[in-house]
């Protein structure tokens, strides 16, 4: 009987996703991307070769695995061929023939991301977002407006230029009299559109129809959500969130398959938590001071944004995030990812519980501004010295690795399935396989 996974990410994100969708794969037959847009980012390393993909699934690793960008995806298509396609088929992988592009996608186009870049730099510097620029806010807005054009609208020439020349007026106004900003041109976007759509024309497929037969013939599916739990729209720390939702829910939504046939939710965290851009963090670290847990966890643990090369911000493991991010995905299992980035430290803190307002509070406010005005509340336990660092077996982890991991599945109330020791595929200690 066919068997389907959601991964999704448990804090911001950055919780290393890729390499776990991309282990996980030996046991797929296809992989689904199901919201976001290019804000987002993979890593996968194998051997001695790393990836960085935005929009293609991470399962494209694997030779004959099919891949899938769902409808909830909002699609940069020059970006998807130009920075993705070619050079993982420059590398030697086959993708054209394995990835499947939905219809139902909605397209960014260049004004998505001049609206996306005027809209910062407007604002004062504490009000920031901290968004990519590139598009996907915009992009979401026009979807939920009724005046988005998908990917279906691609092949039909006629019509979409009527519907561009539109939209682009009124996009055109707000960047010209409000942000008094460059106008973009319509000829130039247009054109671009339809030569990418002579280039992607042959992967766009009914994806919904597809992971049906798939599961049909009983083959297993896995659903790769982007960025963090708590960067969504609906629960996450509002209004520093991206534009979708990035619950595991969404993975249904997203991609056209049932609810009921999604089976077990994988949620990824790391050993300890990260942030990039703006919001509040209750339990952030100062990153710049060497010698210090937060500087640590930065170097030692690469802490820049695949997309943007900015600096992630850090802090100690965050239980009422947690427990947030497991009830509104129903968490069946976690992964620890980056266990090896606190190898060294003498002493790790865990954040239990906030004081808001002079209230002890065990679970993750709704809205950025109690978020912002939590004080963590920290027990702290003993480190080690000994490397983890790509360790298989739970068994072979330093006594107070595991006692570290025992406290957060105790605190959080979730069974930790999967430790990460490293980016390499090997260097995972399985407990429980979430496909089986």
């Known amino acids: 009987m066919a068997k389907n996974v959601v991964v999704v990410g448990t804090q911001w994100g950055d919780e290393g996703k890729g390499k776990i969708v991309d282990w996980l794969t030996d046991r797929a037959r296809g992989v689904v991307r199901f919201q976001g847009g290019h804000n987002a980012g993979h890593t996968i390393v194998v051997g001695d070769k790393v990836y960085t ?19 909830g995806v909002v699609l940069d298509t020059h970006h998807l061929l130009c920075k993705e396609i070619e050079p993982l088929e420059a590398g030697g992988i086959e993708v054209r023939p394995r990835l499947k592009i939905s219809p139902g996608c909605v397209l960014i186009l260049d004004y998505h991301s001049a609206l996306d870049r005027a809209r910062e730099a407007a604002k004062s510097a504490g009000a920031r977002i901290g968004t990519t620029g590139k598009g996907i806010g915009p992009a979401y807005e026009d979807k939920v407006a009724r005046r988005a054009l998908r990917v279906h609208d691609l092949f039909h020439p006629e019509r979409f230029a009527e519907k561009l020349r539109e939209t682009l007026d ?47 013939a009983g083959g297993n599916l896995l659903f790769e959500g982007a960025q963090g739990s ?82 992630r911000r850090c802090g100690w493991f965050d239980v009422p995030a947690l427990k947030r991010s497991a009830r509104i995905n129903g968490v069946s299992g976690l992964c620890i990812t980056k266990l090896d980035v606190l190898d060294g430290l003498p002493e790790i803190s865990i954040c239990t519980g906030y004081r808001l307002r002079g209230e002890t509070v065990g679970l993750l406010p709704m809205g950025a501004d109690d978020v912002a005005a939590c004080e963590p509340i920290l027990e702290t336990l003993p480190g080690w010295t ?12 330093p006594p107070a690795a595991r006692a570290y991991l025992a406290r957060i599945e105790t ?11 490293g980016p390499e595929r090997s260097e995972t200690i399985l407990r429980r396989h979430p496909f089986e």
């Open 170 to 216: 009124y996009h055109n106004f707000v960047l010209t009299r409000y942000f008094d900003a460059d106008a973009v041109d319509y000829t130039a976007v247009l054109a671009q559109a339809m030569a990418d759509a002579e280039r992607i024309g042959p992967m766009v497929a009914d994806v919904s129809a597809a992971l049906h037969a798939i599961n049909a």
């Open 230 to 311: 708590l960067l969504d729209v609906d629960h996450g720390t509002y209004p520093f969130v991206t534009s979708s939702n990035c619950v595991a829910g969404q993975a249904s939504a997203g991609s056209g398959i049932g609810a009921g046939q999604l089976h077990y939710v994988l949620g990824i965290t790391n050993a300890y938590c990260t942030r990039v851009g703006g919001g509040p963090f209750p339990s952030e670290l100062d990153i710049e001071t060497k010698g210090t847990p937060g500087h640590q966890m930065s170097g030692k643990g690469k802490e820049f944004g695949v997309v943007t090369g900015r600096k």
């Open 411 to 421: 605190l959080c109330e979730v069974p930790i399935d999967i430790v990460s020791t």
């Open 386 to 397: 000994e490397s983890t660092k790509g360790l298989s077996s739970f068994a072979d982890l």
């Open 53 to 71: 993909l935005n929009l293609v699934p991470a399962g494209i690793v694997h030779d004959g695995v099919d891949c899938f960008i769902g409808n």
